[in-house]
């Protein structure tokens, strides 16, 4: 695949994160599941949640990137992603094209680089955090912050490509 269309795999990778993070959940807080899977009551997966999300987050925005002609690499590949998301949203770009989208309710693109800063500092916080237990409600926040994001993103590319 060329590189103006890679962005349909990050997009891709992106729901197969946020599935991944949603079936995961679901399997941390089911007990019928748990049973099924052979799994201890108490045993969670809240740590994967926040950590699949906060992926979904990343390829999301490495699919919007792509559609701009910017490409980020290893090493420091989720700094310089970030970095490159933050100089979009400051130049107001992401900004109108969400504005284009919504008339009534705007999503501004300042909540989606928060969300991707956050997402990128709790992956860290929490995945190492002891009690998988005690981290139900940022994986929580972690999911609800996944889909929006690459709901949002989504809009985005599907508008961008529109127009062209």
């Not at 349909?8 to 992106?14: F, G, K, N, V």
């Not at 990343?58 to 490409?71: D, H, Q």
């Not at 997402?119 to 940022?138: C, M, V």
């Amino acid at each position: 695949m060329d590189s103006d269309r890679k962005w349909i795999l990050y997009i891709q990778r992106a729901k197969n994160e946020l599935d991944l993070a949603r079936a995961i959940f679901k399997l941390s807080i089911n007990k019928a599941l748990k049973v099924e899977f052979e799994l201890k009551e108490d045993t969670t997966f809240y740590s994967n949640v926040i950590s699949n999300s906060y992926y979904c987050i990343f390829y999301s925005a490495k699919a919007f990137l792509n559609t701009k002609g910017i490409f980020t690499t290893p090493p420091e590949e989720h700094k310089n992603t970030l970095a490159e998301f933050e100089r979009l949203t400051l130049t107001g770009e992401i900004d109108v094209e969400l504005l284009q989208i919504y008339k009534s309710i705007v999503i501004k693109a300042d909540e989606l680089l928060g969300i991707f800063r956050r997402e990128k500092s709790k992956r860290g916080r929490f995945t190492y955090k002891k009690l998988p237990q005690a981290n139900f409600e940022p994986a929580k926040e972690s999911l609800m912050n996944a889909e929006k994001f690459l709901k949002n993103i989504n809009l985005i590319i599907k508008r961008t490509n529109q127009s062209i």
